[in-house]
């Protein structure tokens, strides 16, 4: 536990990406030996990157919603680990915020994952995560990556990020309503311990 404790302070107290940040360096994220499911989504906003709270925002409702938890649950870090690809605000750029910064992944990711034993599932939230985790299995684009959820289970979940600029997106989709998200809330369900029954 101390070493995870000293590894968690390391990557709080990060500076790699100083210079290149818009802000003062703030990395967000919330883990536990104990969490359960891991959030694996893109960069903090400017809102979260300002109340140092992980999906804080609409986006952050919308998943909530998808995955059927109370903030209380989602808050759990026994429950739920929260590490974004990159753990700051990015700064932005001419058609929304940038991307992740490449640092912070391959430099923090295995090292704090190493210490979750009890890990079961992990979501990978938008094409940054997928590109990451799945490499050279994810399909030709991040439609098609999450369509084929199913290949990647049990252990990871692509999904599309569930932001509101993405509305447009589940409405072309909506096999994504009607099959990924019941098969979501199924798994989440059961890790929790709640009656599966509920969501079949």
């Known amino acids: ?37 891991l959030i694996v989504g893109q960069a903090p906003g400017t809102r979260v990157q300002e109340t140092g709270i992980p999906w804080n925002d609409p986006s952050g409702r919308e998943l909530r919603r998808w995955l059927d938890v109370t903030e209380e649950e989602f808050y759990n870090e026994q429950v739920f680990g929260i590490m974004p690809m990159g753990f700051c605000y990015p700064g932005k750029g001419k058609q929304g915020d940038l991307p992740p910064r490449v640092e912070c992944a391959p430099l923090w990711h295995p090292k704090l994952i190493h210490h979750l034993k009890e890990l079961e599932l992990v979501l990978l939230i938008g094409q940054y995560a997928q590109a990451y985790y799945l490499a050279k299995e994810r399909k030709e684009n991040l439609t098609n990556t999450v369509k084929a959820f199913r290949e990647y289970l049990p ?34 369900k059961k890790i929790l311990g709640s009656n599966v029954d509920e969501v079949l």
Do not use: D, G, T
């Open 1 to 37: 536990m101390k070493k995870f404790e000293s590894i968690c302070n390391q990557a709080k107290n990060c500076m790699v990406c100083k210079e290149e940040l818009p802000f003062h360096p703030k990395p967000v994220f919330v883990v536990h030996p104990k969490s359960k499911i």
């Open 155 to 188: 252990y990871y979940f692509p999904l599309v990020h569930p932001s509101p600029r993405n509305r447009l997106w589940q409405k072309k989709n909506p096999w994504f309503e009607e099959k990924v998200i019941p098969e979501l809330q199924y798994r989440v």
